[in-house]
């Protein structure tokens, strides 16, 4: 494993400002990355735990696909990029937002509106097909990923995908200060996953290890560029295609 520097402490995302970000819609299709050779493999998380409305395929813009191989084939021999999710329909957003705000509100009660919505977004961002501010998983521009080994397994990252805890905020073992072997091994795994996709252009959402955008708002917002490329978009279907044609 390479010895890589820490990852950087980023802020939360201010939302208002991202919804001002103008887009600048590049009209790249979407792709699916199972039509990808190793080390890029794909494993659609929320279709085969049975999301209602989950798509059993991981779409992405073609720009994201060319990055995310670039950013598999950067890796140490033995080691893959293992794509969990991509573009997400509006359905798909609305339940995750959902399920989890219920499940915050169970268990904190007495928590206000404002508090909940933050505790919510802190991990899933508020449904929006608004093509202004679209929810980035919308754009195809969004996409969660991990390690893997070349069987295909995840790598220990300390905490599961989607695991809504302060610990898979991406540089929470950053902050140990006596981490044990389990910790340390899991703190590189993100430093390398980290580290290679920034490399290939992604920013990094700061409270998950796991998502990271590109051409979409939230990558305009923390990478300084003046406009996103990548607004809501869906794949083109069979019926679409027809109704094109004629």
Same mark, same amino acid.
């Given at each position: 494993?390479? @010895? #890589?520097?820490?990852?950087?402490?980023?802020?939360?995302? /201010?939302?208002?400002?991202?919804?001002?970000?103008?887009?600048?819609?590049?009209?790249?299709?979407?792709?699916?990355?199972?039509?990808?050779?190793?080390? !890029?493999?794909?494993?659609?998380?929320?279709?085969?735990?049975?999301?209602?409305?989950?798509?059993?395929?991981?779409?992405?813009?073609?720009?994201?696909?060319?990055?995310?191989?670039?950013? *598999?084939?950067?890796?140490?021999?033995?080691?893959?990029?293992?794509?969990?999710?991509?573009?997400?329909?509006?359905?798909?957003?609305?339940?995750?937002?959902?399920? !989890?705000?219920?499940?915050?509100?169970?268990?904190?009660?007495?928590?206000?509106?404002?508090? $909940?919505?933050?505790?919510?977004?802190?991990?899933?961002? #508020?449904?929006?097909?608004?093509? *202004?501010?679209?929810?980035?998983?919308?754009?195809?521009?969004?996409?969660?990923?991990?390690?893997?080994?070349? @069987?295909? !397994?995840?790598?220990?990252?300390?905490?599961?995908?989607?695991?809504?805890?302060?610990?898979?905020?991406?540089?929470?073992?950053?902050?140990?200060?006596?981490? /044990?072997?389990?910790?340390?091994?899991?703190? @590189?795994?993100?430093? #390398?996953?980290?580290?290679?996709?920034?490399?290939?252009?992604?920013?990094? $959402?700061?409270?998950?290890?796991?998502?990271?955008? !590109?051409?979409?708002?939230?990558?305009?917002?923390?990478?300084?560029?003046?406009?996103?490329?990548?607004?809501?978009?869906?794949?083109?279907?069979?019926?679409?295609?027809?109704?094109?044609?004629?």
């Amino acid at each position: 494993m390479p @010895d #890589l520097p820490p990852i950087p402490d980023r802020p939360p995302p /201010d939302w208002s400002a991202i919804g001002r970000l103008p887009i600048a819609e590049c009209d790249e299709p979407l792709v699916p990355t199972s039509l990808a050779p190793p080390p !890029l493999k794909a494993y659609p998380a929320y279709a085969r735990l049975g999301v209602p409305g989950a798509v059993d395929e991981c779409h992405v813009r073609e720009g994201v696909y060319r990055r995310l191989l670039a950013a *598999a084939r950067a890796l140490p021999e033995g080691l893959g990029l293992l794509v969990l999710d991509g573009w997400r329909p509006w359905r798909v957003q609305q339940y995750l937002y959902e399920t !989890l705000q219920a499940a915050i509100r169970e268990r904190h009660p007495s928590l206000d509106e404002a508090t $909940l919505e933050a505790r919510t977004r802190e991990f899933v961002a #508020l449904p929006s097909r608004d093509p *202004a501010a679209p929810s980035p998983h919308l754009t195809g521009g969004a996409v969660d990923v991990t390690l893997c080994d070349a @069987d295909g !397994l995840p790598l220990p990252m300390g905490t599961l995908f989607d695991e809504a805890v302060p610990a898979s905020h991406t540089a929470a073992l950053e902050r140990l200060e006596a981490p /044990d072997a389990t910790q340390r091994r899991a703190r @590189d795994n993100r430093r #390398l996953l980290y580290h290679a996709m920034h490399a290939q252009g992604f920013s990094n $959402l700061p409270s998950e290890w796991w998502h990271f955008d !590109l051409g979409d708002p939230l990558w305009a917002h923390y990478g300084g560029h003046p406009a996103a490329r990548y607004g809501p978009t869906e794949p083109v279907t069979l019926e679409s295609r027809w109704r094109r044609g004629l």
